[in-house]
């Protein structure tokens, strides 16, 4: 079992940038794809971003591709998504999400593939 905690979450002006942040804790890293989702209220959990074990391959929604990128240090048990070119259709609840089982190259958008999620860290862009 692995544990996930975010960070970095906060209020951003639109344009504006924010990194998040994900601490894993329990069994090794590497042997997760991690994956960002997002659900702002009223809407569903949808997919931001996904990275692969071994951070080789990357992958990501067409709504934030070339704003946002996903990266992970194996060696510090993170996962990072930095947002840049914040809107305010951003805004939402991010959570970080953990993925078992899968090779080296691949990566995951569903997220009932996903078999651990962090808690959340709250998003917010204003216009």
């Known amino acids: 079992q692995v544990q996930l905690v975010e960070s970095g979450g906060g209020l951003v002006q639109a344009g504006g940038s924010l990194r998040l942040s994900c601490a894993a804790s329990g069994r090794t890293f590497s042997n997760y794809v991690m994956g960002w989702f997002r659900q702002a209220p009223g809407k569903e959990r949808e997919f931001v971003a996904s990275?692969?074990?071994?951070?080789?391959?990357?992958y990501y929604a067409d709504s934030v591709k070339g704003r946002f990128t996903i990266s992970r240090d194996n060696a510090k048990n993170t996962v990072n998504l930095q947002m840049n070119s914040l809107k305010p259709e951003d805004t939402a609840v991010y959570y970080c999400?953990?993925?078992?089982?899968?090779?080296?190259?691949?990566?995951?958008?569903?997220?009932?593939?996903?078999?651990?999620w962090g808690q959340g860290t709250q998003v917010t862009v204003s216009s």
């Open positions: 990275i692969s074990r071994n951070g080789g391959r990357l």
């Open positions: 999400a953990a993925d078992q089982g899968r090779g080296y190259g691949t990566i995951s958008y569903l997220s009932s593939e996903y078999d651990y």
